[in-house]
């Protein structure tokens, strides 16, 4: 598969989803805002428009402090959380078992 996210083929570009992806690749490691950013490839600044919906679906929990930086994690306790990677493990099945989707 292409380094283009698999959710975003199914359901378009959007940055909580990118977001979302990179907490999903790596769910134990801790992450401040700005380096959630830069992994997600979105201005910082897009990534505090996009928070108070990862909030509102508990998909992320705070982790621990680092200086007076806040890191962050993906809540895996999450049911939203628990479905998207459900979600994802179904579609990398079927496309892996099939065509690749076109984007």
Same mark, same amino acid.
């Given at each position: ?10 359901? *378009? ?18 992450? !401040? ?5 830069? !992994? ?14 990862? /909030? ?10 680092? *200086?007076?930086? /806040? ?11 628990? /479905?998207?990677?459900?979600?994802? /493990? ?14």
């Amino acid at each position: 598969m292409t380094d283009e996210v698999l959710l975003e083929k199914i359901f *378009g570009k959007s940055a909580t989803l990118k977001i979302l992806d990179v907490l999903m690749n790596h769910p134990s490691m801790d992450y !401040s805002k700005k380096e959630l950013a830069e !992994s997600a490839g979105v201005a910082e600044s897009t990534v505090h428009r996009s928070w108070d919906r990862i /909030q509102e679906m508990k998909a992320v929990k705070e982790s621990r402090k680092y *200086g007076k930086t /806040q890191l962050y994690k993906l809540n895996q306790d999450s049911d939203i959380v628990e /479905q998207l990677f459900k979600l994802d /493990q179904k579609l990398r099945s079927e496309v892996d078992s099939s065509e690749p989707l076109k984007a």
